[in-house]
């Protein structure tokens, strides 16, 4: 059986394949494949955690898929994806709810245009810590910070206290 779109609006659509298609999505579809336990590592790449990473897991689901086209076609793909995907998919592990970002983009601009700007003030190579932090700035005005483990987390993170505070 293949995904049954649910009863929703092009722009809860939107952010549902958003949702499938990020790396926490992938990397849990590798793991329900099996395929975690199956990545060849070096012991270094063992020791330091390597097999749990996200972004690799992703990236072996990827290439999968990748490969399978090439050497079965997308037929193959199609039946893979229906066995692995879709039934994670089907019993509502993910949603269309609005990562932090685009919620307070649609709600600040409720009120007409307005210029959303995020700016990094601190790195990991620049940090005690090795955190990122970001300031939110709406039309020039510092509404905002937050701290994550990359930047793409402190911008949702900042975006997540503004929603808060308004």
Do not use: C, H
């Not at 990397?27 to 690799?56: H, P, Q, V, Y």
């Not at 039934?87 to 649609?106: H, M, V």
């Not at 307005?114 to 509404?143: A, C, P, R, W």
């Amino acid at each position: 059986m293949l995904f049954r779109s649910p009863e929703l609006d092009e722009g809860e659509l939107t952010r549902l394949r958003s949702n499938i298609v990020r790396t926490d999505g992938f990397s849990k579809f590798a793991i329900a494949a099996g395929f975690k336990d199956a990545i060849l590592l070096g012991k270094g790449e063992e020791m330091s955690g390597a097999r749990n990473r996200k972004t690799l897991l992703e990236d072996v689901f990827e290439a999968f898929n990748g490969a399978l086209f090439l050497d079965r076609g997308i037929d193959q793909v199609k039946a893979f994806l229906a066995q692995t995907v879709f039934p994670i998919i089907d019993a509502g592990t993910f949603n269309a709810s609005a990562d932090y970002k685009t919620e307070l983009q649609e709600k600040l601009q409720q009120r007409g245009p307005v210029v959303i700007e995020y700016k990094m003030i601190q790195d990991d190579e620049t940090s005690d810590n090795g955190e990122f932090v970001t300031e939110l700035l709406v039309d020039g005005q510092v509404i905002a910070q937050g701290t994550g483990k990359n930047k793409k987390l402190a911008e949702q993170n900042a975006a997540q206290k503004a929603l808060n505070t308004k």
